[in-house]
């Protein structure tokens, strides 16, 4: 099964995120979106779980943010890096996206060694003013990865039901 890993930084992007994973939980279920601050079990190392996410070549959401951007990159113990670095090494399919605040992906020269192939990879939007579009837009390109939806998405009033009010396709 393929999973959704999303990554983000907590000190500005722990909002989006947790809104991100509830959408996209309603449209593939929970079981595939891992959301660390949801998925993590109470006093297991959060390195270790994380890597045992990540070793099954999932599909990670990169949420790019000012603060992803920021100086804490740079160092080598930053666990947004970690992930993404992990991520690339096991062959995961890496998508980065847009928040609001950032305006274009960087430069091969800008990012750590092991996050350069990010500079070559198409990437999406994710802002607050164009949640629905946005959201939309991604849950076609995971359906296109081969992502599938749970069988609750469209059997299921109530799961549907915060899609719907957004005005999003579920059939």
């Known amino acids: 099964m393929t999973r959704i890993f999303i990554s983000y930084r907590t000190s500005d992007g722990v909002d989006k995120a947790t809104a991100l994973a ?97 500079s070559e990879r198409t990437w999406r939007r994710l802002r607050a003013y164009d949640w629905r579009d946005d959201v939309e837009r991604l849950v076609a390109d995971l359906q296109a990865l081969g992502v599938p939806r749970a069988a609750t998405s469209v059997t299921a009033p109530e799961a549907s039901a915060p899609l719907r009010r957004r005005g999003l396709q579920i059939a």
């Not at 390195?47 to 080598?76: C, K, M, N, S, W």
């Open 22 to 118: 509830r959408e996209l939980n309603a449209v593939f279920g929970d079981e595939q979106v891992f959301l660390d601050k949801e998925d993590l079990p109470a006093g297991q190392p959060w390195r270790e779980a994380i890597g045992t996410a990540l070793d099954g070549q999932p599909i990670l959401l990169l949420l790019i943010t000012p603060q992803v951007l920021g100086p804490r990159l740079q160092d080598a113990d930053d666990p947004v890096r970690r992930e993404v670095a992990a991520a690339l090494e096991f062959g995961a399919h890496v998508i980065p996206l847009l928040g609001d605040g950032v305006e274009r992906l960087p430069e091969a020269h800008e990012w750590p060694d092991a996050m350069r192939p990010l």
